[in-house]
């Protein structure tokens, strides 16, 4: 069975991998015959008795990347934002988080009990590691390691099997090296690996949501500052959005930031996100995940 979703995650990943969209540049769209071949090389290893669902819609992407090498069940994506940058290597990434910052009353962590789901990347993670021209997941001594090589505004992401509704999502990630919008965070209710909201994190501490249709970013909450996150680098903040119908409330360290009524998605899969838009190898280091499941 782990065979079978481990193959199940690497074909969402081809059809789901490096969608791009450039200002007054169309995004290229993968051949029929490419991602057919690729599926199918994959399906020829799964047994026959095992019911295979495809996405109902094909990424507005450039040609797919190689099927990453991991052993980890979900997928991975990515977009661009403007700008541009020459390639570079990885740099070392940091070692060591900050200790969390005190839970306030206002904290739903604090009101919330046990997670209904924890991921704390001490063992095998549930999110796809993978490394490829312009980003990296790695897990590694206890965190997600999650690297954007080039300050171009790419955005790369890997996402989790699980599909939520009404509930709260946490994290809790510590900066490397990094400037201005070099960012991170939460992708969330995603109907498919190309789509979704993007709840984020900048350097200079300002907060953002905004949606990804599969082309096109929307900011349904443009960058905005708050005193509750802590700006700059070598710095580990928790980023946390409550999910309840079409009404999305985020947290930073405890603290109630905004909140934002949309209703383009309702449901769907969650995921981490990195990019660097002025620091070439930005790291975000991703040390734990929690969720919530909440009543209806």
Not at 84 to 98: K, Q
Not at 129 to 143: H, I, M, N, W
Not at 178 to 200: E, W
Request: charge should be negative; include cysteine.
């Amino acid at each position: 069975m782990n065979t079978i979703r481990r193959f199940l995650s690497l074909i969402f990943v081809l059809l789901g991998l490096a969608a791009c969209n450039l200002p007054q540049q169309a995004p290229a769209t993968p051949s029929s015959e490419d991602v057919a071949t690729a599926v199918n090389q994959l399906l020829t290893t799964i047994p026959t008795s095992t019911k295979l669902v495809l996405p109902t819609s094909k990424p507005a992407a450039a040609t797919p990347s190689p099927a990453p090498t991991a052993t980890t069940r979900p997928t991975a994506t990515e977009t661009a934002e403007p700008s541009a940058s020459p390639t570079v290597e990885p740099t070392e990434l940091p070692t060591a988080l900050a200790p969390t910052p005190t839970i306030a009353s206002q904290d739903p962590r604090a009101s919330l009990g046990q997670p209904s789901w924890s991921e704390t990347f001490d063992n095998e993670t549930s999110f796809l590691e993978y490394t490829d021209e312009r980003v990296s997941f790695d897990a590694k001594s206890g965190f997600l390691n999650a690297t954007a090589f080039k300050a171009d505004g790419w955005h790369g992401w890997t996402m989790a099997a699980s599909v939520l509704d009404d509930a709260y999502i946490e994290i809790s990630v510590k900066t490397g090296e990094c400037s201005k919008l070099d960012r991170y965070g939460i992708m969330f209710h995603a109907p498919d690996p190309t789509k979704g909201y993007f709840l984020g994190l900048s350097c200079d501490g300002r907060y953002s949501l905004r949606l990804w249709d599969g082309s096109n970013f929307n900011a349904l909450v443009d960058w905005t500052s708050n005193s509750a996150i802590l700006a700059g680098k070598d710095q580990t903040n928790r980023l946390g959005v409550m999910m309840k119908g079409n009404k999305y409330t985020f947290y930073v360290n405890g603290v109630l930031v905004g909140e934002k009524e949309d209703s383009t998605y309702s449901e769907g899969r969650f995921g981490l996100f990195v990019a660097a838009s002025a620091t070439p190898d930005f790291t975000a280091q991703f040390d734990r995940v929690d969720t919530w499941t909440l009543a209806q």
